[in-house]
T-cell receptor
Framework: DTGVSQDPRHKITKRGQNVTFRCDPI?????LYWYRQTLGQGPEFLTY????????KSRLLSDRFSAERPKGSFSTLEIQRTEQGDSAMYLC??????????FGPGTRLTVT | KQEVTQIPAALSVPEGENLVLNCSFT??????LQWFRQDPGKGLTSLLL?????REQTSGRLNASLDKSSGRSTLYIAASQPGDSATYLC???????????????FGEGTQLTVNP
């Protein structure tokens, strides 16, 4: 399978815990994006990388959120001190430059 | 700030019917527009991408049109099938670097149910 993959697919955590998600983009894609989607809404942009450089962050990305793409390949999204409002589907996408974005299956986070 | 609206929010049709989903956006300075399909609890599957210079794109029973000047796109589904039941999302990519030219801005989607 050469599509975008995300791990884990589901995560249940208690409020206040830290969680980390991983995204593996399509191998030749230089851009990687993170989006968040809550129930009944469209996805909202969080941040994106071109190679290893994080070029843009949404105001939705509070200080508790951090994303990395250390070698320009896979990326991680960490949420510290999770809150119930963080419960959502976290989607990763990749693209080759400004071309079509391809999405992964998402990680569903539930904060109890 | 770009805003994307999709109408209707939900649609239920009998199998075999042709249908149209609508998408409108407030800033016509777009690079491209994508239509996606999302099944419950799943990720997004790209259906069609229309560049800002194009008027329409076709893939099988799907046809998407773009009128950039009026800020509108439509997704036409011919001969609908129960397997087409899903949420359809429209997303635009801005063309101006200073206004976040790389992100996709999504509508809230149209939830389609095709009844056998």
């Amino acid at each position: 399978d050469t599509g975008v993959s995300q791990d884990p697919r589901h995560k249940i955590t208690k409020r206040g815990q830290n969680v980390t998600f991983r995204c593996d983009p399509i191998s030749e894609h230089n851009r990687l994006y993170w989006y968040r989607q809550t129930l009944g809404q469209g996805p909202e942009f969080l941040t994106y990388f071109q190679n290893e450089a994080q070029l843009e962050k949404s105001r939705l990305l509070s200080d508790r959120f951090s994303a990395e793409r250390p070698k320009g390949s896979f990326s991680t999204l960490e949420i510290q001190r999770t809150e119930q409002g963080d419960s959502a589907m976290y989607l990763c996408a990749s693209s080759l430059g400004v071309h079509e974005q391809y999405f992964g299956p998402g990680t569903r986070l539930t904060v109890t | 700030k770009q805003e994307v609206t999709q109408i209707p929010a939900a649609l239920s049709v009998p199998e075999g019917e042709n249908l149209v989903l609508n998408c409108s956006f407030t800033d016509s300075a777009i690079y491209n527009l994508q239509w996606f399909r999302q099944d419950p609890g799943k990720g997004l599957t790209s259906l069609l991408l229309i560049q800002s210079s194009q008027r329409e794109q076709t893939s099988g029973r799907l046809n998407a049109s773009l009128d950039k000047s009026s800020g509108r796109s439509t997704l036409y589904i011919a001969a609908s099938q129960p397997g087409d039941s899903a949420t359809y999302l429209c997303a635009v990519r801005g063309s101006k670097k200073e206004t976040s030219g790389s992100r996709l801005t999504f509508g809230e989607g149209t939830q389609l149910t095709v009844n056998p």
